[in-house]
């Protein structure tokens, strides 16, 4: 009886282990069939795709959907800001016929230049999580630099600029190394920089307290150069569509080479034809008006800044590593980032944009001064960034909020001239659109939430 008893249990498991082997691999002399000869049974169910994505592929109909949903989530994107220029510019034409004549679009280009550089350290740096308080006194250590050694010591003019742009990143990674590595706040370092910086430009300039930019100077031209042949203007209008529509067929080919939902060619071709009519219309008012200056050359070295920096912040694994270490530093850290090299690059960057950016300010003053970067010149420069959707919570914004909240602070300064304003009203109204820009901004993360987007 015992036997009986043990015979099933030896030779069932070895049963089911025989039946095993033959369901999990075909035998040595056996071909597997192939794909399309499968039984459609046994096939393999096909990868689940976000329905939000399928709407690249319903045509208008979709994105007026997603549109719509998107809206309803609270993510408004640069949405505020398109229509309050579209209102200001209306606005503004109405009381003033020439708000949108050609030398009033030249100087917005212009005065928009320096700071909107400035701006655009300051937006990786606000990707972060983070403030800048310094970036005004660095601009004017940025003048300070080149005018000393260029103007009283005579150093080659491009080798001073280079010189005051590279004192600028230094100092900037400065910054980040006391951020970073010792743990100070951001602000408090930032704050102390203002302070320490604005007293190191003053003792530079001297008991003067200002250096005149040389004529013909490589400052000077800067702001003071313009492309006066029609073709300059036209040429970059065109390069730029061609450039936009490049990168849109490019990134539809890409994702449909990964099977994912893609742009039609028909949105493609409706958003080119958008960004072609503006440039065109630009390059037209630019141009062609009896007494027009033609292209400034300060506003193609900003859109050149533009450009590369959102490469830098869309299509590289560093501009990746910067909106993850924004969005949450620790999470960052345990997925490899190393979040302190991260932080103190990023304040690097902000320091040598604002380097830049100061050399745009001399350029526009007619020189260096101790005074130089002081004023208001911090307070626009943030509120461009955050007025063009560029997050103060970290993790999000796009480096074009630079330009848009630029030409909105710009477009406001430049039509209360043209009326006649004081100088106090601009700076209610500017402070004003910031504070809307941030509520919008609060009230568009706190529906995310609701919405469990965030």
């Known amino acids: 009886m015992s036997d ?77 800001v398109v229509i309050g220029l579209i209102v200001i510019a209306i606005v503004f034409q109405l009381k003033n016929s020439s708000f949108l004549s050609a030398d009033s679009i030249a100087n917005i280009g212009v005065y928009t230049s320096g700071l909107g550089i400035m701006a655009v350290g300051i937006v990786f740096v606000l990707l972060l999580g983070e403030i800048d308080l310094s970036v005004g006194s660095v601009a004017g250590v940025g003048a300070a630099v080149w005018a000393v050694l260029s103007v009283t010591h005579g150093v080659n003019d491009y080798l001073s600029a280079l010189i005051a742009v590279a004192a600028g990143a230094a100092i900037g990674a400065l910054h980040g190394f006391f951020f970073a590595k010792i743990g100070v706040p951001a602000f408090v370092v930032t704050l102390a920089g203002f302070l320490g910086w604005s007293g190191l430009q ?73 960004v072609a009519v503006l440039a065109l219309a630009v390059a037209y008012v630019l141009n062609e008006p009896a007494g027009a200056r033609g292209l400034p050359l300060a506003l193609v070295l900003f859109l050149a800044v533009l450009v590369i920096a959102d490469f830098v912040v869309r299509r590289t694994t560093y501009g990746r590593q910067i909106f993850a270490v924004g969005g949450n530093a620790e999470a960052a850290r345990r997925a490899g980032i190393n979040v302190n090299k991260i932080r103190i690059s ?88 910031l504070l809307a820009a941030v509520v919008i901004d609060s009230v568009s993360r706190r529906t995310q939430k609701t919405a469990g987007r965030t």
């Open 202 to 274: 003053i003792w530079m300039m001297g008991q003067e307290g200002s250096i005149n930019t040389p004529s013909g100077s490589l400052v000077e031209n800067l702001t003071g150069y313009y492309f006066q042949d029609k073709g300059a203007a036209y040429g970059l209008a065109v390069v730029a569509v061609l450039a936009y529509a490049a990168s849109l067929l490019l990134d539809a080919k890409r994702r449909r080479a990964a099977a994912l939902p893609a742009r039609p060619l028909s949105e493609i071709l409706l958003r080119t034809g958008v």
């Open 346 to 433: 990023v304040f690097a960057l902000s320091g040598m944009l604002a380097a830049f950016g100061g050399l745009f300010i001399a350029s526009l003053s007619g020189g260096a001064t101790k005074n130089l970067g002081s004023g208001n010149t911090l307070m626009n420069v943030i509120a461009a960034a955050v007025i063009g959707g560029t997050s103060l919570f970290g993790g999000r914004g796009k480096i074009w909020s630079a330009l848009l909240g630029m030409l909105v602070i710009q477009s406001i300064q430049q039509g209360l001239n043209l009326l006649g304003m004081a100088s106090e009203i601009q700076y209610m109204i500017t402070g004003a659109v």
């Open 4 to 80: 009986l008893k043990k015979e099933p249990a030896v030779e069932e498991p070895v049963a089911e282990e025989a039946a095993v082997e033959e369901t999990a691999a075909p035998a040595a002399d056996e071909t597997p069939a192939p794909a399309d000869e499968a039984d459609p049974n046994t096939a393999a169910a096909p990868a689940a795709v976000d329905p939000r994505l399928l709407v690249r592929e319903q045509g208008f109909a979709g994105y007026l959907t997603d549109f719509k949903r998107r809206v309803r989530g609270g993510e408004l994107g640069s949405l505020p």
